[in-house]
Nanobody, 124 residues
Framework: QVQLVESGGGLVQAGGSLRLSCAAS????????VGWFRQAPGKEREFVAA????????DYADSVKGRFTISRNNAENTVYLQMNSLKPEDTAVYYC?????????????????WGQGTQVTVSS
């Protein structure tokens, strides 16, 4: 199995940027597609972005397209989420998750391993 640890969250003003990192340990990282999800207070966890095992394929929620970029460096066992033009509605706990499936999915239930989350707060 793989262990995931997120970092990079914090407090930022609207319009600002943050880069989240998801560091993996355990089995070969390139065996896993990886997704980012977020959960705001009182809301369900939602899909944000995902990348295939080697990063050739990515996808994004409509709400973040054009503002967020997911990337990965398998040599460093890390997946990144670059978040630009942040909005107050982006405030949430952000989680990275890994799946053993050959392709990534958009449902949290398709992912086998989860990190503990990192808080992102965007002030207006």
């Amino acid at each position: 199995q793989v262990q995931l640890v997120e970092s990079g969250g914090g407090l930022v003003q609207a319009g600002g940027s943050l880069r989240l990192s998801c560091a993996a340990s355990g089995r070969t990282f390139s065996n896993y597609a990886v997704g980012w999800f977020r959960q705001a207070p009182g809301k369900e966890r939602e899909f944000v972005a995902a990348t295939s095992r080697f990063g050739y394929s990515t996808d994004y929620a409509d709400s973040v397209k054009g503002r967020f970029t997911i990337s990965r460096n398998n040599a460093e066992n890390t997946v990144y989420l670059q978040m630009n033009s942040l909005k107050p509605e982006d405030t949430a706990v952000y989680y990275c998750a890994a799946t053993v499936k050959a392709t990534f999915g958009f449902s949290q239930y398709e992912y086998n391993y989860w990190g503990q989350g990192t808080q992102v707060t965007v002030s207006s």
